[in-house]
């Protein structure tokens, strides 16, 4: 049978165009298809695209998920004991506390919160991809205002048009610049009136310090913080805002009810309980990523950009990035080249361990000996 189904070109016809034309979110490629495609062991990959945490769970982690028995109980779905937790370690109230399925999922609510169709959202690219992605996918209006040259953020142009928007999201540090925002910035987006949405993701790697503290002062702010990078739990999903209490109680209410699930709750729970172990695993981040800038600096045709999040952007010159990357790729060294057009040039390069350094460096210089070689 050839064609699509008379039924399916029916339904399709009720979908939202616009979402029939969007692209989609251009995910990493999980390591064990790589692995697949060159016929090598998944243990060889150097994986360093997806910022994740070379280090993984914390033992106490492992072992509360070995140990959990109750699986087969839905989770609690206003995360009292979660909340509860989080409130102790941060020293921020309960009541501005959300979980959810990874600060994506926090993202998503906050723009359910607070946009009606055609509602604008001021995006800075070059930084996450997600927001533009979920902007979109909400139905509202995406303005982009382009970051400065050094990737810092354009305050002039992004007061000229928010007046057009209700929702501003920035990252400190940002992906994948590894740029942070400064009080002064903060201020300044505050003082707009828009809802301005901090995302924190990689905050734990950087010297700036968390704007957490901050929500309690005004109205318009929100942060976001997640599990991911600094306790290694990407894959278990636990990410949370803090909000101001009156949108906590909104987003508890219009949150999928069970988001934060079993699983996630006992690790991120034992994560807490080993932070001191977690904490010093990112001080050896923070050392391998100046020791990985280093060796970056030392290749003659990458300049590696200075960075407080668990990755480094470097720009490429003379060689074709997205060329370099499938050079990598073909070693089974997998790196992310940024989707922006004003990154054509750069790959961003996760921070990985010493080993992972000394085989992508090796790498690198193989690559660098061929282009010579072949001029």
Same mark, same amino acid.
């Given at each position: 049978?050839?064609?699509?189904? +008379? ?39 150097? $994986? ?28 609690? !779905? ?17 009541? =501005? %506390? ?7 999922? %926090? ?9 009606? !169709? ?24 995406? %303005? ?7 990737? #810092? ?12 928007? $209700? *929702?501003?999201?920035?990252?400190? !540090?940002?992906? !994948? ?45 929100? *942060? ?21 209490? #009156? ?8 949150? =999928? ?35 990985? #800038? ?8 990458? +300049?590696?950009?200075?960075? =407080? ?5 470097? &720009? ?13 790729? =073909? &070693? ?15 790959? &961003?390069?996760? *921070? ?8 992508? %460096? ?14």
């Amino acid at each position: 049978m050839t064609g699509r189904p +008379e039924a399916d070109r029916d339904i399709r016809r009720l979908l939202r165009p616009e979402l029939e034309a969007m692209p989609g979110y251009e995910a990493i490629e999980p390591p064990d298809q790589l692995a697949r495609r060159l016929g090598i062991p998944p243990e060889r990959i150097v $994986k360093l695209d997806g910022n994740e945490n070379p280090f993984g769970p914390s033992p106490k982690a492992l072992k509360a998920l070995a140990e959990y028995r109750d699986y087969h109980i839905y989770p609690d !779905p206003l995360q009292h004991h979660a909340r509860e937790a989080l409130s102790l370690f941060l020293d921020i109230p309960f009541d =501005q %506390i959300v979980f959810g399925t990874g600060s994506d999922e %926090i993202m998503d609510l906050v723009l359910r919160a607070f946009l009606a !169709p055609g509602d604008g959202v001021i995006n800075c690219p070059p930084t996450f991809g997600m927001y533009p992605f979920l902007t979109r996918v909400a139905g509202a209006r995406l %303005i982009d205002v382009p970051r400065r040259g050094d990737f #810092s953020l354009d305050l002039a142009a992004i007061r000229a048009v928010a007046g057009e928007a $209700k *929702v501003i999201f920035v990252t400190s !540090p940002n992906n !994948p610049t590894g740029t942070v925002i400064s009080e002064a910035d903060l201020g300044a987006l505050l003082a707009t009136g828009l809802v301005v949405v901090v995302d924190e993701a990689y905050v734990e790697f950087a010297g700036s310090g968390t704007f957490a503290g901050r929500v309690a002062e005004g109205t318009n702010l929100i *942060v976001l913080r997640t599990f991911s990078k600094w306790a290694g739990l990407a894959g278990l999903r636990v990410g949370y805002g803090i909000f101001p209490p #009156s949108v906590a109680e909104v987003v508890l209410k219009i949150k =999928q009810p069970y988001n934060l699930n079993v699983a996630a709750q006992a690790a991120m729970l034992a994560s807490l309980a080993d932070a001191e172990l977690l904490q010093e695993r990112v001080r050896m981040l923070v050392a391998e990523r100046e020791e990985l #800038s280093r060796a970056l600096a030392g290749v003659s045709y990458l +300049e590696p950009l200075p960075s =407080q999040a668990n990755f480094i952007l470097c &720009r490429t010159d003379g060689i074709d990035a997205g060329k370099l990357q499938e050079q990598l790729r =073909q &070693r089974g060294i997998m790196v992310r080249r940024p989707d922006a057009a004003v990154l054509r040039d750069y790959l &961003r390069i996760s *921070v990985g361990l010493p080993e992972h350094r000394r085989a992508l %460096i090796e790498a690198l210089n193989e690559i660098g000996g061929s282009r010579g070689a072949s001029r």
